[in-house]
Structure formats: C-alpha cells, structure tokens
C-alpha cells in the first residue's frame, strides 16, 4: 500500500521560505511521479509541480515556476519542495500525491485527477 507522510509546513514571514518533505513508500514498482498540491480556505486543490522517479524530470504550474523547486532523494524515499519568497496568497494545506507512471519516461504533470494516492498534508502559513 503506498502511503506518502508530508512535513515542514510552518508559519513564516511574508519573503520567508519553506522547504517541505514527502516521505513515499510500499509501492509496487519504480516508476511512478510524485505532485505536489496545495488547498486554501474556500478554493479548489491546486497543482504545483510534479517529479518522475523514472528520470527525474520536473514540471511546474504557472503558481510555481520561479519560486518554488522539486527534487527528490531516492536513497530517502523522499521528495522535496523548496517554496521560496513566499506571498499571503501561499497559505493552504500542502499535499503530496502519487501515481504509477509507464517506464518509459513521460511528462509528468500535476493533475489533481490523475493521482490516487495522497498524503495528509502539511500546513503553511505566511504572515504579513
């Protein structure tokens, strides 16, 4: 059973940065991605970023790109995102999530439709 264990989440100052983990175990086999989501009071989930495990390759929303970074450590089972100059509007409860992706490599995209397993979250806020 795959099951993914956010942490980092924490209040910072607005300019402040956060790095967040995913800890992904019990899949079935190596090729799958890990995204990463976010939820805000009163808005929809939203996706950030996306990494393979098949190669490596990344992707990021329009929300993400320039401010925040996913990597993965695969001796730590572990994924990354480094959020940084975070803004009032980055408050929510960040997820991480999985899917079982073909070997081959794909792009690999954070579609909060496309992914069947998810975490807990992880809370961040940013004060004025």
């Known amino acids: 059973q795959v099951q993914l264990v956010e942490s980092g989440g924490d209040t910072v100052q607005s300019g402040g940065s956060l790095r967040l983990s995913c800890v992904a175990s019990?899949?079935?086999?190596?090729?799958?991605?890990i995204g990463w989501f976010r939820q805000a009071p009163g808005k929809e989930l939203e996706g950030l970023s996306a990494i393979s495990s098949v190669d490596g390759g990344t992707y990021y929303s329009d929300s993400a790109e320039g401010r925040f970074t996913t990597s993965r450590d695969a001796a730590k089972n572990t994924v990354y995102l480094q959020m940084n100059n975070l803004q009032p509007n980055d408050p929510a409860i960040y997820y991480c999530?999985?899917?079982?992706?073909?070997?081959?490599?794909?792009?690999?995209?954070?579609?909060?439709?496309?992914?069947?397993?998810w975490g807990r979250g992880t809370q961040v806020t940013v004060l004025p």
């Open positions: 019990g899949f079935s086999r190596d090729s799958y991605a």
């Open positions: 999530a999985a899917r079982y992706i073909p070997s081959t490599p794909v792009v690999v995209t954070p579609m909060v439709v496309l992914y069947d397993y």
